[in-house]
């Protein structure tokens, strides 16, 4: 069982939406909570890259081509982040990743196995 778990991929079509999940089930609750975490992609034959992020104090930051449609938050009390995903488009089709870092030490990080998200008609 990998540190971070996504959930909440699948088939959508055009202007749809998905919320997706990321859990740590294997974490102390303030560890978690403590952590930056991120949503990241990567689509076949591209580099991974970084979509949102949130800070454990709520801090959000995104990536200019989800800027809008997407939105990050956390839920501390059930230890978990979400990616809210409306008016997607083909072009975000790809594996979504969540990430964990501590603040304090960049060598602390988690990945999780990633959760396939496809945008078609």
């Known amino acids: 069982q990998a540190q971070l778990v996504e959930s909440g991929g699948g088939l959508v079509q055009p202007g749809g939406s998905l919320r997706l999940s990321c859990a740590a089930p294997?974490?102390?609750?303030?560890?978690?909570?403590?952590?930056?975490i991120d949503w990241y992609r990567q689509a076949p034959g591209e580099q991974r890259e970084l979509v949102a992020s949130?800070?454990?104090?709520?801090?959000?930051d995104y990536a200019d081509s989800v800027k809008g449609r997407f939105t990050i938050s956390r839920s501390n009390a059930n230890k978990k982040v979400f990616l809210q995903m409306n008016s997607l488009k083909p072009e975000d089709t790809a594996v979504y990743y969540c990430h964990a870092q501590s603040p304090s030490s960049s060598s602390r990080e988690y990945w999780g196995q990633g959760t396939q998200v496809t945008v078609s008609s």
């Open positions: 294997r974490m102390i609750t303030s560890v978690y909570n403590g952590y930056i």
């Open positions: 949130i800070t454990p104090r709520g801090t959000t």
